[in-house]
């Protein structure tokens, strides 16, 4: 690890104005902020993340839960990812979003990663982590290692010639189907971003993978009250049962009317270059009759965008089926609060 020097921010502005000293966006940023620590100390450690300065941001005082009047809830950048699956309003109202965060890592680390830091997580491509291999997401214009090496885990939705690499993220997933909007504060003040345009594909500028500038800070996450009597389940399929990032998962919040699909929101993880919003699924489901031949379908007309290469071919039938078999977990989920009404 190379040597750096340590902040300890005691105000949100004083944090965004320390993280402004960094000239460039994204990777390469001399000033880093430090929350949890669980992917950036792994990247420091790995030589992929350089920072001449971490700014700790434990002072903040990010770690609030809240219920707004109108039912969303508002959640702090630096609530652990324990705290956040165990809230009582977490579990009940958008139970999704817990089935998600408890998916992922480890107790221990979960005890540590941060909301803001899940959301920022970086990609688990081998050559991303592997300074001696070429990836223009870690050194621009260097090349893609994956498209002709080691693939399986990698992307097939939103990809480029230039970087095939997956998010890794279980919350951001459960957060995508959630319509979940990123507070951020700034150099130039306060900004709400819609998660969808959080997030950026890849294109040919991968390094560039959210719409956070120097000095940007996450405050905190907001998520609209849910549907009324929708249910919602997170469904991830991996190689071992635990401690392992998904090769496909999927997020999904229906409202039932009668045996139709009313309302649906739908996101896949593992098989996106960022959590995946499925709007192709979710309008060839609304409306139709809820049956394992309909959510087939629908995930299915998703997965028309698909550009897989040999070694992930198998994620397009994969995500298929998960997302249908998430999609029947939560009717019977539907029907059952039906019936205990």
């Known amino acids: 690890m190379e040597r750096f020097s340590y902040h300890r921010a005691e105000g949100v502005d ?43 941001l434990r002072a903040l005082g990010l770690e609030g839960i809240e219920v707004a009047t109108d039912g969303a809830l508002s959640i702090g950048a630096s609530v652990k990812n324990a705290a956040l699956a165990q809230n009582a309003d977490v579990k009940s109202r958008y139970t999704m979003l817990s089935q998600a965060l408890l998916s992922g890592a480890s107790p221990q680390l979960r005890n540590k990663a941060t909301t803001a830091g899940n959301l920022l997580q970086r990609t688990r491509c081998m050559y991303f982590r592997d300074t001696a291999m070429p990836c223009n997401k870690r050194v621009p214009g260097s090349g893609c290692a994956a498209r002709t090496g080691m693939h399986r885990h990698l992307a097939i939705l939103g990809t480029s010639e230039h970087c095939i690499a997956s998010n890794p993220s279980d919350m951001n997933v459960a957060l995508m189907a959630l319509d979940a909007v990123v507070h951020i504060q700034g150099t130039q003040g306060k900004r709400a971003v819609p998660i969808d345009a959080f997030f950026r594909l890849p294109g040919d500028t991968p390094h560039v993978e959210t719409v956070l500038v120097p000095g940007d800070l996450i405050t905190h996450v907001t998520l609209p009250s849910p549907a009324p009597d929708a249910v919602s389940v997170y469904l991830k399929l991996r190689d071992r049962a635990s401690y392992e990032f998904a090769l496909t998962s999927a997020a999904v919040e229906i409202v039932m009317d009668g045996d139709k699909v009313a309302h649906a929101r739908i996101a896949l993880g593992g098989v996106g270059a960022k959590p995946w919003r499925a709007k ?7 409306g139709q009759l809820a049956s394992k031949a309909n959510f087939i379908a629908a995930a299915q007309a998703e997965m028309t965008q698909a550009q897989p290469l040999a070694q992930n071919r198998f994620k397009v039938e994969l995500a298929t089926r998960c997302l249908a078999r998430a999609l029947s977990q939560a009717q019977a989920s539907s029907l059952s609060a039906k019936d205990a009404s």
């Not at 902020?33 to 001449?52: I, R, S, W, Y």
């Not at 192709?280 to 609304?286: D, F, K, M, P, S």
């Open 14 to 56: 004083q944090a965004v104005a320390m993280q402004a000293r960094s000239n460039t966006a994204q990777q390469g940023a001399t000033v880093r902020f430090l929350a949890g620590g669980t992917t950036l100390v792994d990247l420091m450690k790995l030589n992929v993340e350089q920072p001449e300065t971490l700014v700790d």
């Open 280 to 286: 192709r699924a979710e309008q060839a489901l609304v």
